[in-house]
Protein backbone atom coordinates (compact mmCIF):
# COMPACT_ATOMS: atom_id res chain seq x y z
CA UNK A 1 0.00 0.00 0.00
CA UNK A 2 1.18 3.59 -0.44
CA UNK A 3 0.29 6.52 -0.06
CA UNK A 4 0.29 10.43 -1.05
CA UNK A 5 0.15 13.22 1.17
CA UNK A 6 -0.16 16.85 0.50
CA UNK A 7 0.35 19.82 3.43
CA UNK A 8 -2.07 22.36 3.23
CA UNK A 9 -4.26 25.13 5.05
CA UNK A 10 -7.63 23.04 4.61
CA UNK A 11 -8.48 19.79 3.14
CA UNK A 12 -12.14 18.46 2.48
CA UNK A 13 -13.78 15.03 1.04
CA UNK A 14 -16.61 15.43 -0.91
CA UNK A 15 -18.03 13.23 -3.31
CA UNK A 16 -14.90 10.75 -3.58
CA UNK A 17 -12.41 14.05 -4.68
CA UNK A 18 -10.08 15.95 -2.65
CA UNK A 19 -10.97 19.95 -2.52
CA UNK A 20 -7.48 21.38 -1.20
CA UNK A 21 -7.27 25.35 -0.01
CA UNK A 22 -3.71 26.56 0.26
CA UNK A 23 -1.86 23.21 -0.51
CA UNK A 24 1.70 22.14 -1.06
CA UNK A 25 3.61 24.60 1.85
CA UNK A 26 7.00 23.31 3.37
CA UNK A 27 7.36 26.22 5.95
CA UNK A 28 4.76 27.45 8.47
CA UNK A 29 4.62 30.94 11.20
CA UNK A 30 5.80 29.29 14.77
CA UNK A 31 2.80 31.35 16.32
CA UNK A 32 0.64 28.71 14.19
CA UNK A 33 -2.00 28.69 11.89
CA UNK A 34 -4.48 25.76 10.56
CA UNK A 35 -2.86 22.82 9.15
CA UNK A 36 -4.72 20.33 6.46
CA UNK A 37 -3.38 16.92 5.05
CA UNK A 38 -4.76 16.08 2.02
CA UNK A 39 -4.62 12.09 1.78
CA UNK A 40 -4.66 9.62 -0.84
CA UNK A 41 -4.38 5.52 0.24
CA UNK A 42 -3.68 3.78 -2.81
CA UNK A 43 -5.13 0.30 -1.73
CA UNK A 44 -3.81 -2.40 -4.24
CA UNK A 45 -6.52 -5.23 -5.33
CA UNK A 46 -5.81 -7.57 -2.71
CA UNK A 47 -5.98 -5.48 0.23
CA UNK A 48 -9.77 -4.28 -0.72
CA UNK A 49 -12.31 -5.55 1.68
CA UNK A 50 -9.70 -5.52 4.56
CA UNK A 51 -10.24 -3.50 7.37
CA UNK A 52 -6.96 -1.44 8.32
CA UNK A 53 -5.84 1.48 10.27
CA UNK A 54 -3.83 4.53 9.04
CA UNK A 55 -2.04 6.24 12.17
CA UNK A 56 -0.98 9.87 11.53
CA UNK A 57 1.00 11.19 13.87
CA UNK A 58 3.18 14.28 14.31
CA UNK A 59 7.15 14.53 15.83
CA UNK A 60 10.00 16.72 15.97
CA UNK A 61 12.93 16.32 13.63
CA UNK A 62 14.76 14.11 16.40
CA UNK A 63 11.64 11.99 15.86
CA UNK A 64 10.24 12.45 19.54
CA UNK A 65 5.92 12.51 19.67
CA UNK A 66 4.34 16.54 19.54
CA UNK A 67 2.36 16.93 22.33
CA UNK A 68 0.02 19.76 22.50
CA UNK A 69 -2.04 20.94 25.59
CA UNK A 70 -5.71 19.36 25.70
CA UNK A 71 -8.26 18.97 28.68
CA UNK A 72 -7.09 15.82 29.95
CA UNK A 73 -3.40 17.75 30.02
CA UNK A 74 -0.48 17.38 26.95
CA UNK A 75 -1.25 14.92 24.48
CA UNK A 76 0.39 13.52 21.45
CA UNK A 77 -0.93 14.87 18.56
CA UNK A 78 -2.10 11.46 16.23
CA UNK A 79 -4.85 10.68 14.83
CA UNK A 80 -6.13 7.08 13.98
CA UNK A 81 -8.15 6.49 10.43
CA UNK A 82 -10.00 3.00 10.56
CA UNK A 83 -10.84 2.13 6.59
CA UNK A 84 -12.20 -0.26 4.61
CA UNK A 85 -12.03 -0.17 0.66
CA UNK A 86 -14.48 -2.34 -1.15
CA UNK A 87 -13.82 -3.95 -4.44
CA UNK A 88 -15.25 -2.16 -7.25
CA UNK A 89 -17.53 -4.53 -9.63
CA UNK A 90 -15.27 -5.56 -12.70
CA UNK A 91 -12.20 -4.17 -10.79
CA UNK A 92 -8.85 -5.70 -12.82
CA UNK A 93 -6.81 -7.57 -10.73
CA UNK A 94 -3.42 -5.90 -10.01
CA UNK A 95 -5.20 -2.45 -9.91
CA UNK A 96 -5.77 0.20 -7.16
CA UNK A 97 -8.51 2.34 -5.66
CA UNK A 98 -7.19 5.15 -4.40
CA UNK A 99 -9.23 6.63 -1.04
CA UNK A 100 -9.21 10.74 -0.47
CA UNK A 101 -8.66 11.20 3.57
CA UNK A 102 -8.31 15.22 4.66
CA UNK A 103 -7.26 16.40 8.14
CA UNK A 104 -7.48 19.08 9.16
CA UNK A 105 -5.99 20.28 12.81
CA UNK A 106 -6.06 23.49 15.14
CA UNK A 107 -3.20 26.11 14.86
CA UNK A 108 -0.75 23.96 17.00
CA UNK A 109 2.03 25.80 19.23
CA UNK A 110 5.68 24.77 17.82
CA UNK A 111 8.85 25.86 18.43
CA UNK A 112 10.22 28.26 15.86
CA UNK A 113 13.11 27.77 13.54
CA UNK A 114 12.12 23.82 14.12
CA UNK A 115 11.61 20.73 11.92
CA UNK A 116 8.39 18.46 12.27
CA UNK A 117 7.25 15.78 10.28
CA UNK A 118 3.70 13.56 9.46
CA UNK A 119 4.18 10.12 9.72
CA UNK A 120 2.03 8.14 8.29
CA UNK A 121 1.81 4.40 9.32
CA UNK A 122 0.16 1.53 8.25
CA UNK A 123 0.26 -1.79 10.78
CA UNK A 124 3.02 -0.26 12.42
CA UNK A 125 5.13 0.36 9.34
CA UNK A 126 5.90 4.17 7.76
CA UNK A 127 3.97 4.66 4.18
CA UNK A 128 4.27 7.96 3.98
CA UNK A 129 5.58 11.33 5.64
CA UNK A 130 5.61 15.31 5.07
CA UNK A 131 8.20 17.17 6.53
CA UNK A 132 7.97 21.02 6.78
CA UNK A 133 9.94 23.68 9.16
CA UNK A 134 8.34 26.41 11.60
CA UNK A 135 10.13 30.01 10.31
CA UNK A 136 12.49 31.63 12.83
CA UNK A 137 11.35 34.65 14.80
CA UNK A 138 12.11 37.28 13.06
CA UNK A 139 14.36 39.40 14.81
CA UNK A 140 13.89 42.70 15.66
CA UNK A 141 16.53 45.86 15.50
CA UNK A 142 16.58 48.24 17.70
CA UNK A 143 18.10 51.93 16.65
Known sequence: MRVTVLLCDHAEVADGKLFINGGGWDQISPTGAPTGL???????????????????????????PVAQPSPEGERPVRVDVNFEVGRPPGMQHGGEVGLPVALNFSPLALLPGSGYVWLLELDDHEIGRATFRTRPVAQTSSV
Not at 38 to 64: G, Y
Open 38 to 64: AIIIHVPWDMTNIPKILRVSLVDQDSR
